[in-house]
């Protein structure tokens, strides 16, 4: 579960800024459909996440550790909530910075690390 923490941040990041209709998705997020958010740790190591437009989510985490679960939109914030390998005693939210493909950010992963965050072109 902390593993894929920082894989959660790294949503967060392509959220609008404003709040949007529940059935519409930020443009920053649907630009993450059919490409890889990749976080990187202070240990060179990288997670990649995998949003559907459907509301689910797949992740490897840097340990090469498989997750998958469900994300939500919740004002300016982006909720990830763990079902696989096992479902998490709750969400992780974050507020999210405005940003799309190609640009670079900085973010916290649950274990209080700052990660860098990109969305990469692809399913890598």
């Given at each position: 579960?902390?593993r894929t923490?920082?894989?959660c941040?790294a ?5 609008a800024?404003?709040a949007?209709?529940?059935?519409q998705p ?21 997670a ?6 459907n ?7 840097r340990r090469?550790?498989?997750?998958s ?5 919740k ?7 763990q ?8 969400a ?13 950010w ?11 965050v ?5 399913r890598m």
């Open positions: 579960m902390i923490a920082g894989l941040v949503l967060a990041a392509l959220a800024a404003a949007t209709r529940a059935d930020p443009q920053q997020l649907r630009q993450a459909f059919g490409n890889t958010i990749l976080s990187t740790y202070p240990d060179g190591r990288t990649r996440l995998w949003l559907q437009p509301g689910s989510y797949t992740a490897q985490g090469g550790d498989p997750s679960g469900r994300w939500k939109i004002g300016q914030r982006i909720c990830l909530s079902s696989r390998p096992f479902p998490a005693p709750f992780f939210c974050t507020a999210v910075p405005s940003g799309g493909m190609g640009s670079t900085s973010a916290r992963a649950v274990t209080g690390e700052t990660i860098r990109k969305v990469v072109q692809g």
